[in-house]
Nanobody
Framework: QVQLVESGGGLVQAGGSLRLSCAAS????????MAWYRQAPGKQRELVAR???????NYADSVKGRFTISRDNDENTVYLQMNILKLEAAAVYYC???????????????WGQGTQVTVSS
């Protein structure tokens, strides 16, 4: 019913920048909160940043001041600007959205397929 498609991952040197995008499409009435999570090998998935429909944000302590989450409500898209990337930022980054469905007017959680971010020294 709803698809989340991420893009923008890749290989970057430590200290560099990347911008991730996630576009939601499908049976969407509205989107409440959107977020980025990441999962490194052997570790649990963790929250990186979250943004509500009115633009309120919160971040993991490890990325505060370097990462910025934003969204375009007209395009149902969320972004993650990642600056001054550190080696420990290497992970698969997943987009998350809490979506109200047109047909039921109920909200459901959806995940993207993930995009790989690799940071080299």
């Amino acid at each position: 019913q709803v698809q989340l498609v991420e893009s923008g991952g890749g290989l970057v040197q430590a200290g560099g920048s990347l911008r991730l995008s996630c576009a939601a499409s499908g049976n969407i009435f509205s989107i409440n909160r959107m977020a980025w999570y990441r999962q490194a090998p052997g570790k649990q998935r963790e929250l990186v940043a979250r943004i509500t429909s009115d633009g309120s944000t919160n971040y993991a302590d490890s990325v505060k001041g370097r990462f910025t989450i934003s969204r375009d409500n007209d395009e149902n898209t969320v972004y993650l600007q990642m600056n001054i990337l550190k080696l420990e930022a290497a992970a698969v980054y997943y987009c998350y959205a809490f979506v109200v469905i047109i047909t039921t007017r109920r909200d459901y959680a959806y995940w993207g397929q993930g995009t790989q971010v690799t940071v080299s020294s």
